[in-house]
C-alpha cells in the first residue's frame, strides 16, 4: 500500500500564489506518476498537472503556464505551485499516484490507484 498525504492549502487572494506538496510512504516503489487533481463544489473531479518518475510532466489547459509540478524521486514528494491564481482555482486538491511505467503520463483519475484525503485551496476575488 502507499499513503499520500498532501500539505499547503490555504487561503489565497486572487493572484497571489500557494505551494501544495504530497508526500508518499509506504510499499517501496521506482516507477511511477504522480498527478494533482482537483475537485470544485459541485463539479466532478479534473486533471490539474503530472509528473512521473522519469520526470515527464503534462498539465491541463488551465494549469498551462501557472502551475509548476516537479518531484523528488528519492523523497517520493511532488509539489505544485499554482501562482496567478483564481477565483475558478477554488477547489480541494488531490494528489494521487500510479505505480509502474513511467514512460508516458497519465491523465484519467481511473488510472490512479492511490489517492490523499485532499486539501482546500480557496481564492478570494
Known amino acids: 500500500q502507499v499513503q499520500l498525504v498532501e500539505s499547503g492549502g490555504g487561503l489565497v487572494q486572487a493572484g497571489g500564489s500557494l505551494r501544495l506538496s504530497c508526500a508518499a510512504s509506504g510499499r517501496t516503489f521506482n516507477s511511477y506518476a504522480m498527478a494533482w487533481f482537483r475537485q470544485a463544489p459541485g463539479k466532478e473531479r479534473e486533471f490539474v498537472a503530472t509528473i512521473t518518475s522519469r520526470g515527464v510532466t503534462y498539465y491541463s489547459d488551465f494549469a498551462k503556464g501557472r502551475f509548476t509540478i516537479t518531484g523528488d524521486n528519492a523523497k517520493k514528494t511532488v509539489d505544485l505551485q499554482m501562482n496567478s491564481l483564481k477565483s475558478d482555482d477554488t477547489a480541494v486538491y488531490y494528489c494521487?499516484?500510479?505505480?509502474?511505467?513511467?514512460?508516458?503520463?497519465?491523465?484519467?483519475?481511473?488510472?490512479?490507484?492511490?489517492w490523499g484525503q485532499g486539501t482546500q485551496v480557496t481564492v478570494s476575488s
Open positions: 494521487a499516484a500510479r505505480l509502474g511505467d513511467s514512460r508516458i503520463y497519465y491523465t484519467s483519475q481511473t488510472l490512479y490507484n492511490y
